[in-house]
């Protein structure tokens, strides 16, 4: 079994919005933190969004303002809503699970291309 699985990428153009959701397998317990990161060719993987069971967020500066994170508990489910997309934004997006015991988890990546 998959342990997350992302979808939502797409191609839309600068100023458009995409929401990505990410499915949480029942084999994974005790999260403690779920975030999104991307990475863009000949870049390093970054952090975008993340959010713990506290229910604290935080995001990278570049998106603040424009991204929320949010999680849907009942449905295992944890959200990126994109707004305001700029061509900077083109990047393949990961779903990352973190455990209480520092495990991570990854999701397979979604492609998210923004044309200007």
């Known amino acids: 079994q998959v342990p997350l699985v992302e979808s939502g990428g797409g191609l839309v153009q600068a100023g458009g919005s995409l929401r990505l959701s990410c499915a949480v397998s029942g084999s994974i317990f005790r999260i403690s933190v779920m975030g999104w990161y991307r990475q863009a060719p000949g870049k390093q993987r970054e952090l975008v969004a993340a959010t713990t069971s506290a229910g604290t967020t935080n995001y990278a500066d570049s998106v603040k303002g424009r991204f929320t994170i949010s999680r849907d508990n009942a449905k295992n489910t944890v959200y990126l809503q994109m707004n305001s997309l700029k061509p900077e934004d083109t990047a393949v997006y990961y779903c990352?699970?973190?455990?209480?015991?520092?495990?991570?988890?990854w999701g397979q990546g979604t492609q998210v291309t923004v044309s200007s």
């Open positions: 990352n699970a973190r455990t209480s015991n520092f495990i991570n988890y």
